[in-house]
């Protein structure tokens, strides 16, 4: 398997629910991504982990909670989400976070809170 | 304030109709503009980067272009394929980590 998988691709939850987002790279990256995109709305940036050290946090609240064990693997825990996060959330991929490295996405996870 | 603003945000072409995708920037230094396509369904997939003035990349149908203020992206005689949305991004200096990504020019191509 190749590139940037995530799961599940869809996912729906009430919005006292605890859910997880998974992402799996087979790039051989170091550097791994959260971003949040919302119809008609520029891709949010929410964290960024880099060696699997969380090296930017976009302000994002803290029912959102990243996760990541080794350089392959990121993890986004949801809990007590807000109707307003309903989304698709992609993870990206890149070699490291220095200038010009292109990010490689995943095909997203589309959550609708209930 | 860091901007990225794409123009238009919708454009219809005739298969074989040549056009071009605006993507302007303020931010306070650019160190990289990335050119990414994202089909229906899809996360973004990526085209070009392209780092000072004057720099041109060409895939295909494709060319992108970049000036101190903008970009653009040229798309010569397109097919139905070519459909897509395309998104513009730049990382600024100082912050590598960051990617400021505008709304994206959703393209449909006629047969």
């Known amino acids: 398997e190749t590139g940037v998988t995530q799961t599940p691709r869809h996912l729906v939850m009430g919005m006292t629910n605890k859910k997880s987002l998974k992402c799996e790279q087979h790039?051989?990256?170091?550097?791994m991504y959260w971003y949040k995109q919302s119809a008609k709305k520029p891709l949010e940036l929410m964290f960024v982990y880099n060696f699997k050290e969380q090296t930017e946090n976009n302000s994002v609240p803290s029912r959102f909670s990243p996760e990541c064990p080794n350089s392959s693997h990121l993890f986004l825990h949801l809990h007590t989400l807000q109707p307003e996060d309903s989304a698709l959330y992609l993870c990206?991929?890149?070699?490291?976070?220095?200038?010009?490295?292109?990010?490689?996405f995943g095909d997203g996870t589309r959550l609708s809170i209930l | 304030e860091d901007q990225v603003t794409q123009s238009p945000e919708a454009l219809r072409l005739q298969e074989g109709e040549s056009s071009s995708l605006n993507c302007s920037y303020t931010v306070s230094g650019l160190r990289g503009l990335f050119w990414y396509r994202q089909d229906p369904g899809k996360g973004p997939e990526f085209l070009f980067t392209l780092y000072s003035a004057g720099e041109e990349k060409e895939k295909e149908r494709l060319k992108a272009t970049l000036t101190k203020k903008e970009s653009f992206l040229h798309i010569t005689a397109p097919k139905p394929e070519d459909s897509a949305t395309y998104l513009c991004a730049v990382q600024i200096m100082g912050n590598f980590n960051k990617f400021y990504f505008g709304s994206g020019t959703k393209l449909n191509v006629k047969p």
């Open positions: 990206a991929s890149s070699p490291g976070t220095s200038i010009g490295q292109p990010q490689h």
């Open positions: 790039l051989g990256h170091n550097a």
